[in-house]
């Protein structure tokens, strides 16, 4: 079955510092994998998405991903962080062999930027 | 172009209770997923909804049931409510197995 693990519960950075958000993946092969950010008492918005090639991901608002095959890892990052980045972050696989549902998403990491 | 809508916003109800959410997927999409997100956690696959039948199914008790019409919009029914049904339900629709794009949610409390 897959699984997603996002390591770190709660992270707080500075406005203007780089960011990264860690994402390791349980799946037999090469799963659909994504980063959604939640804004409290918002839905979901995708940030980025890989289903194969190149394994560094760009994605909107100057986010980055890339697919480590060999850590079963999709990390996401920010060179430069800004306040309006404080929010909930999920990292989620899907089957290619059913398209990308359903969705496993890990328990999420919450940004907190300080100025 | 509305994206996914989602109603009612907020919703109280009591054990035992039943309860009916609503969603209108995005123009042009005919796919309708369902996750149940309790608070702190990443949200979790109820069922999904494609020409009008349940498609896929993840982990969740049969009263927990669904129903897509012939303009893709859906509703999801959850009966005998119990306290743990507290959570954010969220709808996500898509054009086949393309992205989803999610809506808002319904958030559901049970006393």
């Known amino acids: 079955a897959q699984s997603v693990t996002q390591p770190d519960i709660h992270i707080t950075v500075s406005e203007g510092a780089s960011l990264e958000l860690r994402c390791n993946y349980s799946?037999?092969?090469?799963?659909?994998l994504f980063w959604y950010v939640q804004s409290p008492g918002q839905g979901l918005q995708l940030l980025l998405k890989?289903?194969?090639?190149?394994?560094l991901v760009q994605g909107i608002k100057g986010f980055e991903a890339e697919f480590k095959r060999s850590q079963s890892s999709f990390n996401l990052r920010k060179p430069s962080v800004h306040w309006s980045d404080a929010a909930e972050y999920f990292c989620?696989?899907?089957?290619?062999?059913?398209?990308?549902?359903?969705?496993?998403f890990g328990k999420g990491t919450r940004l907190s930027v300080i100025a | 172009d509305a994206g996914v809508t989602q109603s009612p916003t907020h919703l109280i109800k009591t054990r035992g209770q039943q309860v009916t959410l609503r969603c209108s997927p995005k123009?042009?999409?005919?796919?309708v997923s369902w996750y149940q997100q309790a608070l702190g956690q990443g949200p979790q696959f109820i069922f999904q909804?494609?020409?009008?039948?349940?498609?896929q199914r993840g982990n969740f008790p049969d009263r927990f049931s669904g129903h897509q019409f012939p303009n893709y919009s859906s509703e999801l029914n959850v009966n005998a409510l119990l306290l743990g049904d507290s959570a954010l339900y969220l709808c996500?629709?898509?054009?086949?197995?393309?992205?989803?794009?999610f809506g808002p949610g319904t958030r559901l409390t049970v006393l």
């Open positions: 996500a629709s898509s054009f086949q197995a393309d992205e989803q794009f």
């Open positions: 799946y037999g092969a090469t799963p659909y």
């Open positions: 890989y289903f194969s090639g190149d394994t």
């Open positions: 989620a696989v899907g089957r290619p062999s059913s398209g990308n549902t359903p969705l496993v």
């Open positions: 123009s042009g999409h005919d796919t």
């Open positions: 909804y494609y020409e009008e039948e349940e498609r």
